[in-house]
């Protein structure tokens, strides 16, 4: 299991060398449904609800924990020299499975499927939660790959 460093906003991989930044933006849109659509389940896709979905039973800390264990830096993309900010949609369904998952905006085609790949392999969440009944809820997940700073490769070489 890597060792990695929690700060605001960011994540640092010790032990890849790699910094990722994973914006406090992870929650989903915060714009509220119309009254009227509060009594309508079914189908319907929310971006907010009353209780929202969590992953392993905890907030923003256990998707960063998640991400951290989980995001290789594709070798490619290293020797490339690409970075960049990959924006991943997905929607929560009523079981906590993770449905319709896309990349909305991406940086460069090995970090997108590095960043898809990640958040098809989640496991379930617990879903979300409109009066008292489980309902879809749509997420969008900003990644930021960031290519390690010189005396960043220098402490990784050392140790």
Do not use: C
Request: no cysteine.
């Amino acid at each position: 299991m890597p060792d990695f460093q929690l700060m605001p906003a960011r994540l640092f991989v010790a032990a890849t060398g790699i910094t990722l930044l994973i914006s406090s933006a992870a929650r989903a849109q915060s714009a509220l449904p119309a009254a009227a659509d509060t009594g309508r389940i079914g189908n319907q896709v929310y971006t907010y609800v009353e209780q929202m979905p969590r992953f392993n039973g905890g907030g923003t800390d256990s998707i960063f924990s998640y991400l951290a264990k989980t995001i290789r830096y594709p070798q490619q993309a290293l020797d490339q020299r690409a970075e960049g900010r990959v924006f991943i949609s997905f929607v929560v369904g009523t079981t906590g499975a993770l449905e319709e998952v896309k990349v909305l905006k991406g940086t460069h085609p090995l970090l997108d499927a590095e960043a898809l790949r990640v958040i098809q392999s989640m496991p379930a969440w617990a879903p979300g939660r409109q009066v008292g009944r489980a309902v879809r809820v749509n997420y969008t997940l900003p990644i930021t790959f960031r290519l390690p700073t010189p005396a960043q490769v220098r402490r990784f070489n050392r140790n």
